[in-house]
């Protein structure tokens, strides 16, 4: 077997055929910031965070197939304040206040922020009415920190195989539904051990009475930014879904 | 509302009309829309039971499609076309007419139910503007006089179709025939003559006449029938006909599937013998419903000639049969993947390529997805040859374009040019010779000021998809940027981030100049999102939404220069309008309770 190569800002990356640009790089090590994306899912495409150029075009790496040849340019300036500026999007359109969050320092979006170096939401807040769904005895949503991402929806689509989330809805009037007669979380047989619940990238999905369980401080992305906790975490699946091919 | 029994009875007769068939159900939904005038929530139950899917699925189509409502519309259900053109025929003017007329509040179903007045996306009449829908049948030509009319029909009641005919006719305005517009094809004769030459020669020949796609993107006829017939592993093989004219100022393609729908129906019929194919779909866009029933009409004399079913001009090998889908207001439908994935009953949300719709498309299988007028084009292809298109054009552009044209001209419709003709040209022929600047192609497309007016149609200059605008020197560029830049941030579909997000920073940020708060800052920040925004989206539409600003940016930066304040930062809320929820909340509208801004 011949081996495949691509670049990535001027380094080799040896890929498998069927691979896309984004899981190329998390089995050599290389982070490229993402947040809709998890290796464990469908790719899916949305966030746009994970935009490289690929031959001078803009792709999201993680749906475009890795080729041959293919020079791909990750972390550079333009690239990242980009990034930023999608980041900062993604802030102002729904309503995140990380110091009242109980993901904050667990939560990929801010992590992404710290990342980024995103000092400040630079855009007009939209401040959008969005509604808290707390009717279920375990799980509840609160959508002002959705950032529609699907990973709820693809989770218990694909794994836990009960369609409990859709997104509705069109443009910046987008949003999370759930698949029941009232729309409400209590109508649905999702449960607490569901992938669907923690797949949340933000704490728009939470487990009652957890809150705060780990302290501020000690919490995932509190000493480690989030490159290096991705790849720890990504890599592994990478490789067993290379196995599996 | 509570659904009385009748009124499920009603529900199971429409499921059952559509044969249960889920793929159906913007089909579905637009028969219950138009039945109980909204979505109500008992009725999607019924309906995810029924078409065993699951209820969010049919609730999130619902909520995105601007043609369903989930609170009861009137029982005469008007919009207004907001498209640019109709702005300049005076469709404001005629719908804040309408509404005092009637009294309602534009986007509310008047007290007694009976009437709703709203704004909707270009209805592609504009050349016959100011134009709009009731109960979804376009109208045309509105005046205050009509509107007179309009208000006694819709208050004492009056069935649509009772209304005078006058108010529905829609003309074709056909001024420059050429090639496409001006050959006449015998139904049938391109299919004998398909036959005759072979399905391999026929395929050379679409090659060999140079046809691109005519919808915009422009991409190789021949070439994306040939991927088809090639790819593998599928168990069908389809031909769509996007029918979905959304792009504002485009209206060639009504006119087509008006006066031309035969040869439309034979190209896809050609297309369905050489990719092999047994079934075609037209997807209508919902604003031409007018055209719905005329279009069966046609398949069915079709059928009726041998021309569709089996044993297609008495061949037992060719079975081919078409059916007419509608779409619900969403422009996004036009973009291919979007609209087979509308076709399939879901929302409009274009799909990740690759795979491309030629190897995986409806249901999976490979599509081909063509314009109106490509299919129009191949038609005649079939019949008189390669050479005899190829003929007209330019090198890289080859035959010719039907051009819809509308605004300040005297002569506003339809032309068909040879590619290579230039901007000039045209406008003499219209009319439109005080022309100040062109829109080609729609908002998605450029705007160009007068001294290019010596530059070409055609892939390698100007292209478009039909819509051609003409602005004299009464207009003024930035109302008609912040029109387009609306439109975008409506017809968004939400799916990336930079599109979502950014249409609507877009909007904002324009409106905040238009309205004279903007200082450098805003400038550099309109151009920072406009470049983010093309640069990052997932679709056509994303990245197209910031053209109408940067190209005017780069031709007429004194009209929002003028606009701006002479400081260089303004801040980006207006105080005034933040106090709007505490004025709501006290009921208080007194000097007092305003907040001058610093100028």
Redesign the interface.
Known sequence: MTEHMLTIDGQRIPFTEGQTIIEAATAAGVYIPHLCHNPEFKPHGSCKLCTVKVNGRNCSACTFPAADGQEVLNNTQELNETRRTITQMLFIEGNHFCPSCEKSGNCQLQAVGYYLNMLDAHFPFFYPSREVDASHHEVMLDRDRCILCELCVRASRDVDGKNVFALSGRGINSHLIVNSTTGKLKDTDISVDDKAVHVCPVGAILIKRKGFEVPIGERIYDGQDIGQVSLEHEMPIVEEAEHGR | MPCTPSDMKTVADIVARHDADPTRLVQILRDVQSTFRHIP?AIM?RLAAQLSI????V??VT????FFSTEPRGRFDILISDSITDHMLGSREIAAYLCERLGVTPGQTRADGQVSVDFTSCTGMCEQGPAGLVNGYALTNLTRDRVERIVELVNDGTPVSQWPREFFVVKDNIHRADLVLGTKLQPGSALRWMFQRGLDSTLDEIAKSGLRGRGGAGFGTAMKWKFCREATGSTERFVVCNADEGEPGTFKDRVLLQSYAHQVFEGMTVCGAVIGARRGYLYLRGEYLYLHEPLNAVLAERRRAGLLGSNIIGRPDFEFDIEVRIGAG?YICGEESALIESMEGK?GVPR?R?PYPVTNGYLDQPTVVNNVETFAAAALIALKGGAWFSAAGTEKSKGTKILSIAGDCARPGIYEYPFGTTMAQILADCGGTGAMGLQIGGPSGIFIGAQEFERVLGFEDLPTGGSFMIFDQRRDVLEIVRNFTHFF??????????C??????LK?QLDKICAGHGGKADLAELT??SK?VR????CGLGQTAANPILSTLERFPEQYEQRLKAISFEP??DLDGALEVARRMSGRDDAHAHLAQEA
Request: aromatic share 10%.
């Open positions: 929530a139950d699951d209820r969010a699925q609730q999130a909520e995105f499609y601007t969403a929302r990740n690759p941030a409506h017809e968004s579909c939400g799916f990336c981030t930079p979502r997000v950014g249409t609507s920073l904002n920072h999102i983010l640069a990052t989206s997932h980006g809320f």
